[in-house]
């Protein structure tokens, strides 16, 4: 059984930076396709990055290009989401999640159905 947990959220003003964890058990996350995604309050979940399995393939919603970097340490089992220049519309719950399935599409890691486990999420706040 896959587990995540996810770590690493918090207040921050805009501009600033942080890095979000997802620390895997019950599997090598690399045989894992791994995605993050958040949802603001009143709103659905949305994708924010994704890297499949071994880490060939990396995907981004276009408003996070340029600011954030999905990636991964062998060693930690831990999937990273590094988040620079932080906007206030940053702000909701992150969650990460994980596929054993390998996609061929992008837009297949970018859509939350692919995924079976899930993470409990971490809070992510940015203030103007």
């Known amino acids: 059984q896959v587990q995540l947990v996810e770590s690493g959220g918090g207040l921050v003003q805009a501009g600033d930076s942080l890095r979000l964890s997802c620390t895997v058990s019950?599997?090598?996350?690399?045989?894992?396709?791994m995605g993050w995604f958040r949802q603001a309050p009143g709103k659905e979940r949305v994708f924010v990055a994704a890297i499949s399995q071994n880490g060939l393939n990396t995907f981004y919603e276009d408003s996070v290009k340029g600011r954030f970097a999905i990636s991964g340490d062998n060693a930690k089992n831990t999937v990273y989401l590094q988040m620079n220049i932080l906007r206030p519309e940053d702000t909701a719950t992150y969650y990460c999640?994980?596929?054993?399935?390998?996609?061929?599409?992008?837009?297949?890691?970018?859509?939350?159905?692919?995924?079976?486990?899930w993470g409990q999420g971490t809070q992510v706040t940015v203030s103007s």
């Open positions: 999640a994980a596929t054993q399935e390998t996609y061929y599409s992008g837009r297949l890691y970018a859509n939350s159905r692919s995924y079976v486990y």
């Open positions: 019950g599997r090598t996350f690399t045989t894992l396709g």
